[in-house]
């Protein structure tokens, strides 16, 4: 099952064949920058599932593709091939997903090559290198997730069952990073850390749930009404401000519950990702 959709991606990203090792270097070079599948090409460095996906995801901001790999092997495997160029390096556990941009899809020049041989083009190298010139020509950006409770929030401490809750997770986990890119794509130059991860939370509970439980969200960065509670707060926050590190998450479990009461509002006319801009244009949180 996955080999078929692994095959389908190597297809677009040879790389994908170079299996992690240490003397993996000049095969990943020749795969990723040339295209040129190793002489043993095999996928057998992945384990697969029935569950593995690639979904492509409709935003505002255009389309994203979405990869969810539910083993873990196979998500750091495939970290460790595209990220770190086929080199063995350790992935943090704490590392649940991951966007990578401007990957040469070698599929998406095949696509164009045989158009052009197609339509009596004789000088496709002459051809590939006009074409390549072009911004984002033969380039592609792709959302990478793994399985997991969100945020590492056991499912005992919400509102779930285990099954149901690895289910969610998913769900908010594939939607937080598409609200990422959402943003990246149309307000690249506007970054606030800390409310860039409270409305991209919103966008993941709003889509995978329906809803927006302010106290899962609260739990997600470990805020509540007494300060910090530990979470992925800690993460965004500078140094300074981490010295202020209570005071911040009162103000930020505050927001949490100003949110909830207006999505309660809006009722089932509020749209996720346009949600997300109009917070975004009007933040509740400035620090």
């Not at 929030?153 to 959402?182: K, N, Q």
């Not at 889509?207 to 997600?220: E, H, I, P, Q, R």
Request: net charge negative; aromatic share 8%; hydrophobic share 40%.
């Amino acid at each position: 099952m996955t080999n078929t959709l692994m095959s389908k991606l190597a297809e677009r990203f040879p790389q994908l064949y170079v299996a992690p090792a240490e003397d993996a270097t000049d095969a990943h070079r020749a795969a990723s920058g040339y295209g040129l599948a190793p002489s043993n090409a095999n996928l057998d460095h992945f384990i697969g599932s029935s569950e593995d996906e690639l979904r492509h995801v409709d935003t505002p901001a255009g389309p994203i593709e979405v990869l969810f790999l539910k083993e873990r092997h196979d998500f750091e495997t495939f970290l460790q091939i595209i990220g770190h160029k086929s080199q063995p390096d350790p992935i943090a556990h704490t590392v649940g997903a991951i966007t990578y941009r401007g990957l040469a899809d070698w599929g998406a020049v095949a696509t164009a090559r045989q158009a052009y041989l197609a339509a009596g083009g004789d000088a496709w190298q002459s051809e590939f290198a006009r074409l390549a010139k072009q911004p984002g020509m033969f380039r592609a950006e792709i959302v990478v997730i793994s399985e997991g409770p969100y945020s590492n929030i056991a499912a005992s401490r919400t509102p779930y069952g285990d099954e149901e809750w690895l289910r969610i997770s998913r769900e908010i986990r594939l939607h937080h990073e598409c609200a990422h890119v959402v943003c990246r794509r149309t307000m690249p130059d506007d970054i606030a850390p800390v409310w860039d991860e409270v409305t991209v939370d919103v966008v993941g509970l709003l889509c995978a749930t329906g809803d927006y439980d302010s106290a899962l969200a609260a739990l997600f960065l470990g805020v509540d009404p007494s300060g910090f509670t530990g979470g992925r707060l800690s993460e965004y926050l500078s140094d300074d401000q981490a010295t202020n590190i209570d005071d911040i998450a009162i103000q930020v479990n505050g927001t949490l519950e100003n949110i909830e009461a207006t999505v309660q509002a809006a009722a089932q006319d509020l749209q996720p990702f346009d949600f997300l801009v109009q917070l975004k244009k009007q933040p509740l949180l400035t620090f």
